[in-house]
Nanobody, 118 residues
Framework: VQLQASGGGLFQPGGSVGLSCAASGTTFGVRKMAWYRQAPGKQRELVAAIIGDGVPDLAPFVMGRSTLSRDSAKNTVHLQLSGLNSEDTGIYYC?????????????WGQGTQVTVSS
């Protein structure tokens, strides 16, 4: 199973970004879908996550300006983030917990760069 992320780029402060991630390959189920980010010189941190069809868990720094949605039939997850500021700059990674028929395994996307700058 591979994850393909898309939607990064250069954005103006105050703007919005939509990040999508799709799982390809054979999977028998996806439990957790999430987005993490890593700013230069900082550790990777959780941005938002959703388990099954539950309520998304949003990090405090994106609360009120982000939405996370998943399409379980297509194994895709979408993060919409608005009110961008310079602290949102970083590499955004999608993450999924995938059932491969025998085990739950962790999968990471390749990362997509989000740069917020005027």
């Amino acid at each position: 199973v591979q994850l393909q992320a898309s939607g990064g780029g250069l954005f103006q402060p105050g703007g919005s970004v939509g990040l999508s991630c799709a799982a390809s390959g054979t999977t028998f189920g996806v439990r957790k879908m999430a987005w993490y980010r890593q700013a230069p010189g900082k550790q990777r941190e959780l941005v938002a996550a959703i388990i099954g069809d539950g309520v998304p868990d949003l990090a405090p720094f994106v609360m009120g300006r982000s939405t996370l949605s998943r399409d379980s039939a297509k194994n895709t997850v979408h993060l919409q983030l608005s009110g961008l500021n310079s602290e949102d700059t970083g590499i955004y990674y999608c993450h999924m917990t995938v059932w491969d028929g025998d085990y739950w395994t962790e999968r990471w996307g390749q990362g997509t760069q989000v740069t917020v700058s005027s």
